[in-house]
């Protein structure tokens, strides 16, 4: 005889949900909560990695006091109307209290209590689900890579007015992960960054030791306005790993965002400098300032380099890539397109151009939703 399914209590969903958060394996809490791996990642499955937000009364729902006060009056013979006039509630809302909930026979406060809180339960109805071309819309754009962020904040930009055309970004990660809401496909999953169906805590990353420079300018002297983003023509640059021992190395305008992806047939200083060189030489002078690298010895021949271009070289203090905060960034958002173990050595110069013209063109949070391109054309007037 198969045994009976156990369900969760309210500590035990609680402790789940919390566990979750700090980032414990689905193993340890399957552990400490004596289930079956399978049984926790089902549950956290069902809301997407999501933990449901906890449970509240509506404030005009109700109470329970209130329900015991029905039940007297409903023992005493006392009609609908009286009692809502001693509770100072409509008569209608008493009517049908008592009708859900047995009638005058078999009304019982607890167990019309119990009962509101259960049917409180049910499944509602998503923004998205509600209003189908808005739905259709976000659809569309998560279809072309963009973010949930870029799609919330694109439609509050282009229809300012109009309050049925907004979704917050949370709502379209939702919509996504939980399938029972019935709106998005789970395919759509796959045009994220990040294409996991579990929406996992963030882990602390490890840093990796990087090599000397000879002779290497510090970020610390990295002129001001470089600093400030104010003026357009200073970059920031890093190599990207592929599988089989492939690279390649991607250029990131810090004023506009505005990313170049540069080919390599391998990761020597002589191979990276001289495609970087031939890059941005053919960029216009006043976009020649300068570059902010990391420890990587790939640029060790970075005085070849300046004289090359005219750009000078500046290195970021060792273990520090937030201080190349946009390269890291748009560096994430290229895994989307070459996903981590990508032979990148099967990508043309102009497949490169091509995602990066995709990148350019996607709207950014941090340029107030426009694009790299529109951006970067504006400040060059």
């Not at 009692?83 to 809302?93: G, M, Q, V």
């Not at 216009?284 to 300046?306: C, I, N, V, Y």
């Not at 151009?353 to 007037?381: H, M, V, Y």
Request: aromatic residues 6%; proline residues 4%.
């Amino acid at each position: 005889m198969a045994r009976k399914r156990r369900e969760y209590t309210a500590a035990e969903r609680k402790e789940l949900w919390q566990r979750w958060k700090q980032g414990e394996s689905i193993k340890d809490i399957a552990r400490t909560l004596d289930r079956a791996s399978g049984t926790i990642h089902n549950t956290i499955r069902e809301r997407g990695g999501v933990a449901p937000p906890e449970r509240r009364r509506s404030r005009l729902a109700l109470r329970l006091t209130e329900r015991e006060e029905i039940s007297r009056g409903v023992a005493s013979g006392e009609s609908a109307r009286t009692i809502a006039a001693r509770l100072e509630r409509s008569p209608s809302t008493v009517t049908r209290e008592i009708e859900r909930h047995g009638g005058r026979s078999g009304y019982r406060a607890a167990g019309a209590d119990q009962g509101a809180w259960d049917n409180a339960r049910r499944p509602q109805t998503c923004k998205l689900a509600r209003d189908p071309a808005l739905c259709q819309l976000v659809a569309t754009k998560l279809r072309e890579d963009w973010s949930p962020e870029q799609i919330a904040g694109w439609l509050k930009a282009s229809f300012p007015a109009d309050q049925t055309m907004r979704v917050s970004h949370e709502t379209i990660y939702l919509t996504l992960f939980i399938q029972a809401r019935g709106a998005l496909k789970r395919e759509l999953v796959a045009h994220l960054r990040r294409t996991r169906s579990l929406r996992r805590p963030k882990g602390a990353k490890r840093a990796k030791g990087q090599g000397h420079i000879v002779d290497a300018v510090s970020i610390r002297e990295r002129p001001a306005e470089a600093e400030d983003r104010a003026i357009p023509g200073h970059w920031e640059g890093d190599l990207i790993a592929g599988g089989a021992n492939t690279y390649l190395a991607t250029l990131v305008e810090r004023h506009s965002r505005f990313v170049m992806l540069v080919a390599l047939d391998g990761k020597d200083t002589r191979t990276v400098t001289q495609a970087l060189s031939k890059h941005v030489r053919r960029l216009p002078d006043q976009l020649r300032s300068s570059l902010t690298w990391d420890r990587g010895t790939e640029m060790a021949a970075h005085a070849k380099f300046t004289l090359a271009t005219d750009v000078k070289v500046y290195f970021c203090d060792p273990q520090s890539p937030w201080q190349r905060s946009s390269n890291e960034n748009t560096n994430g958002l290229l895994r989307q397109y070459l996903p981590k173990g990508t032979d990148l050595s099967k990508f043309t110069q102009s497949q490169l151009d091509a995602i990066s013209a995709k990148l350019n063109t996607r709207p950014r949070e941090t340029l107030d939703f426009q694009t790299p391109a529109d951006t970067l054309e504006a400040a060059l007037r």
